[in-house]
Each structure stands twice: as structure tokens, then as C-alpha cells.
């Protein structure tokens, strides 16, 4: 063990400056069955079976905090005494990472009611550290502003203050570290990342989970590097032979190869290099980044297939269904995409992809009403994502609700200014209410559509010769 952990100090020493250039990291599990409490507790299994998390939410709604302590207490218990799992642990409790702003009343009420255990501050600290990734927002961090990074601080600060309740009452909850660990690698705290790392692997220098969430903080573009990430792997493979878990990470360093391939002209190749990972284990993640590569590919049905994979070994990831749902948008199957997307709400109702993606298909079913609600919370978030607003405005558009659309279209420009198809309906709706600002946003439209050559022919002759025309009658001269 001492030796084990020197090895972890050592390879902690290599850390290097952090730069937060990603969106999440990952790991909402979520989803199951809605029956009862049956679980496996085979600490070896892979995949694993899981607790529901949809009956956990049942009792906390139902306020049966009793029952949710001998819960959650009893996989505690089967864990610490070697006859459970971690997973069925972090399964638990990641029902409570979820965004519904009715949920955390209920977690404090519990939580005052029970002051000596573990479970109510802890539930707390999933739910406080899943609002500071929405707060964080999913853009790029040097396209990211200073306030969402000072809400995320601010939420995380909650779930840090609620996890070190949780270990003054249990201080073998080895989730409670992975929770750490995630939001120390996210805010760049080397230091306190290597100091939680020790402190789980003093409580189970075999677990997965510090294991997992620590050579996924050193990949690149978290500020570590393939050099870190295949020195660590090096330095787990002993373990490796007694746990299939971390056994199914020894793809990771090729999986980190693809991960790195941004180019969309390099797709191909990096799903060569997850079809190399998956070849020496199943992950979940590894699942997960081909889907995202086939997409490129524009290859849904194989992304769907992956995805499909990716939630057999990682069950009830709403974040996951919320894609799965998005890939059968794009093949217009709007009837299974509804159903996977409600799927994916059940488990976290405010998940901004799934409600994107829902209001896209009530827009395409000509179901407004409800486009515009789900499209509405989509927002309520992180109102700096210019897909939501777009798709706002092509609803309101629709409705020919000019002045909303309009609304919508210039935030989302202001977002994303090379929003081409946002600018054409811009200026359409503009059109519509004789306002004379069409005339700059006609200009504006052609002038792009000139740089990069992608119009279409038919927007191009009405954009022109609706100028054209208003500039021939001279009714805006002088205004534009």
C-alpha cells in the first residue's frame, strides 16, 4: 500500500499547469428499472447491475427518508464489507445529479431531519456539483465568460462543504472522493486532486473510481498529457489482474489518441484508434467517442449502435439517452426519438440536450406550443447556448411571431456569429415587419454567402431581389 501510494505521489509530481478546456467530465449514471430495490452485489461484475434511480427519486418526492437511509446505508455497508459494489454506490446517488429545482427543498428537509448520517449531505453534494456544470455552461473555456466560471466555483463550494459532512459522519465513502477528485481536476487544484487521490486509495486502494477519475484528469486537454496518462496505466496494470474494471482501461491511452483528433477531415482515423481501444476492453467512453465520430461520419445508425453499447456497460445516463435521441432526429425517426428523450428528462429534467432536442421534434411535428416550452427551459441553464436560441427562433418564425423570432436570431448571432441560417431568417422576419433593418441584414447575408460560398441559390435570388426592390422604391433611404 505505502508503495502504491508513493508511486501515485511520484506521477502526481508531473502534473502540469491546468487549463479548463473541456465541457464535462464524465460520469452521470443514471436510469433503471422502476421496481423495487433489487440489486446484484458482485464487486467483480462488469458490467454491473444498479439500483433504480428513478424508485430513489420516488422516495425522496414521497418523503420516505427512512427508507432512502436503510437504502443507501445497506450499499454503504455491503461496499465496506467487501460483499458489494462501489458502482451500485455511485448509481444510488447519482439520482440525486439532477436539475430539477424542486428537488433541493426536499434534500435540505431531509437533511435537517437526519443530522448524523451520511446519506442526506451527500445526496446534497451530487445535486450542488451537477448545477455547477450546468453554471459552467458547455462551451470552450476561452469561449466561456467569467461569471458562469464564478457560479460553477460558487455550487461546487456547496457540494466540497456538503461532502465534508458526509465524511465527518462515514469516512469511507469512497464516492464521496470521486466527487472531489471530479471537481478538483475541473477547477484545476492539482494539489488538493492529489492529496483526495491518496486519501481514497487509503480507503480502497483497489477501487475503480479514483483510479478512473484520476487518469482521466490527466488526459491533454485537462492539462495532463500521454505521457502521464500511459505511465499511469503502466502503474495500474498490476491491478488490473484482480479487477475487470480496471482492466477494460487499458485502451485508454488510444482512446485519448482519438479524443484529441478534433478535424472532422480525421474522423476515420480516430475511430481506428477506438476500434484499437475497444479491442483490448469495453468501456463505457470508449463507446461513447466512436458515437460521436460515426456522427461526423454523419453514420447515425452505427453511432446509435455505439451508444447503445455505451449504456449496457453504463446504464441510465440521461446525458447519453439525450444523444442517443438526437441521432434518431436526424434520421427523422421522431417517434423513437420522443420516446428515448422522455427517457432521458425522467432522469434529469432540465438536461439541455434532451430538451433541445424534444422542442426540435415538436417544432418538426408542428407541435409549437411545446417546442417553445421545452426550447424555454433549454435556456433557463445556460442561455448562452445559440442552438436553443436558434431553434427558438425558427419556432417563433413559424408561428409568425416576427418580433420573437427576431429576438432569438440576434441572440444566437451574438453567440455565433457565423450563424449563416440564422442570418437568413433574421433578415426574413425583419422582412415581414417592413422593418428597414432588413436592408443591413440582406448585406449582411449576401456578403457571407459570398466568403464562403455556401448558399443556395434560391435564398440567394430572394435575399437580392427583395433588396433590390426596397432599394429601388427608397422607402428605408437614408436609414440603412
Known amino acids: 500500500m505505502k508503495q502504491l501510494l508513493r508511486c501515485v505521489l511520484m506521477l502526481g509530481s508531473m502534473v502540469s499547469a491546468h487549463a479548463l478546456e473541456s465541457t464535462n467530465l464524465d460520469g452521470e449514471h443514471v436510469q433503471g428499472s422502476s421496481g423495487g430495490d433489487a440489486t446484484v452485489r458482485d464487486p467483480n461484475a462488469y458490467p454491473y447491475r444498479h439500483p433504480s434511480k428513478l424508485q430513489v427519486l420516488a422516495w425522496l418526492q414521497n418523503k420516505d427518508y427512512a427508507r432512502l437511509n436503510a437504502f443507501l446505508a445497506e450499499l454503504q455497508g455491503d461496499y465496506e464489507m467487501g460483499a458489494g459494489d462501489e458502482m451500485l454506490v455511485r448509481h444510488a446517488f447519482l439520482a440525486f445529479a439532477n436539475a430539477d429545482p424542486a428537488l433541493e427543498s426536499m434534500l435540505l428537509d431531509w437533511n435537517a431531519r437526519y443530522p448524523s448520517h451520511f446519506a442526506p449531505p451527500l445526496a446534497l453534494a451530487y445535486y450542488y456539483e451537477h448545477f455547477g456544470w450546468l453554471a459552467r455552461g458547455s462551451q470552450w473555456a476561452s469561449k466561456t465568460p467569467e461569471r458562469q466560471f464564478l457560479s460553477m466555483h460558487e455550487y461546487f463550494a456547496k457540494a466540497r462543504k456538503m461532502i465534508t459532512v458526509a465524511l465527518q459522519r462515514n469516512a469511507k465513502l469512497i464516492v464521496a472522493y470521486e466527487r472531489l477528485l471530479r471537481m478538483d481536476n475541473a477547477e484545476g487544484e492539482s494539489a ?41 496505466l503502466v502503474f495500474l496494470e498490476e491491478l488490473m489482474a484482480s479487477n475487470q474494471r480496471l482492466a477494460s482501461l487499458r485502451g485508454f491511452a488510444d482512446f485519448v489518441r482519438a479524443d484529441r483528433i478534433r478535424s472532422k477531415k480525421r474522423c476515420r482515423e480516430a475511430i481506428a484508434y477506438l476500434d484499437k481501444a475497444l479491442s483490448k476492453g469495453e468501456h463505457h467512453i470508449f463507446y461513447l467517442e466512436r458515437a460521436y465520430k460515426h456522427a461526423c461520419l454523419r453514420d447515425y445508425d452505427a453511432a446509435i449502435r455505439d451508444l447503445d453499447s455505451s449504456l449496457e456497460l453504463n446504464p441510465e445516463n440521461a446525458r447519453r439517452l439525450a444523444l442517443k435521441g438526437q441521432y434518431l432526429y436526424r434520421l427523422k425517426n421522431y417517434d423513437a426519438a420522443l420516446q428515448v428523450l422522455n427517457e432521458a428528462i425522467g432522469y434529469d429534467r432540465m438536461s439541455r440536450r434532451a430538451l433541445t ?108 431581389g427583395s433588396l433590390s426592390a426596397l432599394e429601388s422604391r427608397g422607402v428605408c433611404s437614408g436609414k440603412n
Open 192 to 232: 488538493s486532486l492529489l492529496a483526495n487521490l491518496k486519501q481514497a486509495l487509503e480507503v480502497d486502494s483497489h477501487s475503480y473510481l479514483p483510479h478512473y477519475q484520476y487518469v482521466f484528469s490527466r488526459m491533454p486537454k485537462w492539462g495532463g498529457s500521454m505521457r502521464e496518462v500511459e505511465q499511469y
Open 357 to 464: 432536442t424534444r422542442g426540435r421534434v415538436y417544432y418538426e411535428l408542428k407541435k409549437y406550443d411545446l417546442a417553445i416550452a421545452d426550447l424555454h427551459d433549454a435556456i433557463a441553464y445556460d442561455d448562452t447556448n445559440a442552438v436553443s436560441r436558434s431553434y427558438l427562433g425558427s419556432v417563433y418564425y413559424s408561428k409568425k411571431d416576427y418580433q420573437s423570432a427576431i429576438e432569438h436570431y440576434e441572440i444566437a448571432l451574438a453567440l455565433r456569429q457565423d450563424g449563416l441560417n440564422d442570418r437568413y431568417w433574421l433578415a426574413a422576419a425583419r422582412w415581414h415587419l417592413n422593418d428597414c433593418v432588413f436592408m443591413s441584414d440582406a448585406r449582411s447575408y449576401l456578403a457571407q454567402c459570398e466568403s464562403e460560398g455556401s448558399c443556395s441559390k434560391k435564398r440567394l435570388d430572394w435575399m437580392s
